[in-house]
């Protein structure tokens, strides 16, 4: 049974390394031909999951194919926490975005969302003047609205009977 064990840790970690290889690839490319604001906070994430997630595979990966029992144990805890630090980051989105879920309005083809529905947290995220030009600036040079100027020339209730995503 450890045998089975080991060769299926050693290909999932194996089929992890492959993974991280384009992972880590697109973060060295991004910081080196970003262009926009959004696309340098990604960066340094995007590096840095890769690395992480290339050294992890690569302790599974010979502590199973190898059996060193130190790299194993390191590869569990690790893996452990970050089990842990994924649901603690689920929870508190769930906590920051849960009272925000829009209220639908008569007539119209989208709920209505307002910034005060959501937590003081994210609140204070949005409105501070650092924040919020950064998250302007993403919109904007994501064409997130540009779909809505081509039909500015529509009468009122066609557009309000439209079914918009909740950023437009």
């Known amino acids: 049974m450890g045998f089975l064990s080991n060769n299926l840790l050693g290909i999932l970690n194996f089929l992890a390394f492959l993974l991280s290889i384009p992972i880590l690839a697109g973060g060295i490319w991004l910081s080196r031909s970003a262009g926009t604001a959004c696309e340098e906070?990604?960066?340094?994430?995007?590096?840095?999951?890769?690395v992480f997630l290339l050294l992890l595979s690569l302790a599974g990966l010979i502590?199973?194919?190898?059996?060193?029992?130190?790299?194993?144990?390191?590869y569990l805890f690790v893996m452990f926490v970050l089990i842990v630090l994924v649901f603690c980051f689920t929870v508190f989105a769930l906590a920051v975005t849960n009272k925000g879920?829009?209220?639908?309005?008569?007539?119209?083809?989208?709920?209505?969302?307002?910034?005060?529905?959501y937590s003081n947290w994210l609140q204070k995220r949005v409105s501070n003047e650092g924040n919020w030009k950064r998250i302007k600036s993403c919109l904007q040079e994501g064409k997130v609205c540009q779909s809505m100027v081509a039909g500015v020339s529509m009468p009122q209730a066609q557009f309000y009977a439209q079914h918009l995503s909740p950023i437009q």
């Open 63 to 74: 502590g199973a194919c190898c059996r060193v029992k130190v790299l194993l144990w390191i």
């Open 41 to 50: 906070f990604l960066d340094k994430p995007l590096t840095a999951l890769g």
């Open 101 to 117: 879920a829009g209220e639908v309005v008569s007539g119209r083809g989208y709920k209505d969302y307002r910034l005060g529905d």
